[in-house]
């Protein structure tokens, strides 16, 4: 059987019915992974470029299926987002990261944690709570959780997610919008929304490599521009990510970015490879 639509290819449903089997399969597996040790976190440095320390990681999350070997997170968490299970998938991972900023707090290592939050989380009024449990639980302070959102959480009920947000910053943790820029959203919107952080997005600092054309470095280095005029008025601290060549840090540094994070620092690592020489990281 195959369907076309007015403006699209040729699509064959059978293929359709399979991919969605594969995808209930999948997610199956991912619910019974939670229960296991299949899940596991990778952390990335962020380097604050006025000290040339590493003060803070972000939490990626790493799944090796039994089966098909490591998935990209791109393919399984957009799977979790589309359901419930999205709700002790996030527990899981915060509760795992918590874990290991404890640890590093024992071993005298001073390290922020980010954790990502999908739009769904940030709409549940009892994230702020939950938080807080997990927080007391692990022993670390809320200071040293960062959480990170993109902008279009708030695409589906601002007033509800920005209330959230508050009760997250009333305990203290720093909350971050990823992927800024990429979404629909004017930067004044920014004064009303109790976010300490901008991530700008990796496409933006993609247009600063050499291999971009003079005009998507333009759009690019302005955009940031706009960016980092606004921060000191908004309290806010604008991060980099995706930043994989020093001549683009160094770009990025002139543009106003406060902290750099990519692969011209580290790849994200398990926090076992993480070592003292990359938290004092300094660019030649
Ligand atoms: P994100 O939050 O925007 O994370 C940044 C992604 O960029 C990560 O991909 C990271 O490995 C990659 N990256 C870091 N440095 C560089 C660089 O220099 N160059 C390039 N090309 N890429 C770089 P990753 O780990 O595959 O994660 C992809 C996305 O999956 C994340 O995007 C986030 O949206 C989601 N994700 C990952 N871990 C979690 C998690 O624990 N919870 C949730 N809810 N989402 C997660
Ligand atoms: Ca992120
Ligand atoms: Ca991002
Ligand atoms: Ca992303």
Not at 170 to 192: E, P, V
Not at 253 to 271: F, H, K, M
């Amino acid at each position: 059987r195959t369907s076309r639509r007015a403006d699209g290819p040729v699509v064959y449903t059978s293929s359709m019915d399979e991919g969605r089997a594969e995808r209930v399969e999948l997610l199956a597996d991912l619910r019974g992974a939670l229960d296991g040790d299949e899940l596991s976190l990778h952390f990335q440095p962020k380097l604050d470029l006025a000290s040339g320390l590493v003060t803070s990681v972000e939490s990626l999350v790493r799944w090796e299926h039994p089966r098909l070997g490591r998935l990209a997170p791109d393919l399984f968490v957009p799977l979790a987002e589309s359901t419930a299970l999205i709700d002790p998938f996030t527990h899981h991972l915060l509760g795992k990261a918590l874990h290991q900023c404890r640890t590093w707090q024992d071993q005298g290592i001073d390290l922020s944690v980010a954790v990502n939050l999908s739009a769904r989380n940030v709409q549940d009024p009892s994230l702020p709570e939950r938080v807080a449990a997990a927080l007391a639980r692990a022993g670390v302070p809320a200071s040293r959780l960062t959480l990170e959102m993109t902008e279009s959480s708030l695409a589906e009920d601002p007033a509800r997610t920005i209330e959230v947000l508050e009760r997250l910053a009333a305990i203290g943790t720093t909350i971050s919008l990823d992927d800024f820029g990429t979404g629909y959203s004017s930067l004044s919107y920014l004064q009303r929304l109790p976010v300490q952080e901008l991530k700008i997005d990796k496409s933006f600092v993609r247009g600063l490599e050499a291999s971009s054309s003079a005009g998507d470095a333009a759009v690019s280095a302005a955009l940031i521009r706009s960016i980092t005029a606004l921060k000191d008025a908004l309290g806010l601290r604008v991060v980099a990510e995706g930043v994989e060549d020093l001549h683009v840090l160094e770009r990025l540094r002139e543009l106003g970015c406060d902290t750099i994070q990519g692969y011209v620092i580290s790849r994200p690592l398990p926090a076992d490879q993480l070592d003292a020489s990359t938290f004092r990281w300094h660019a030649a």
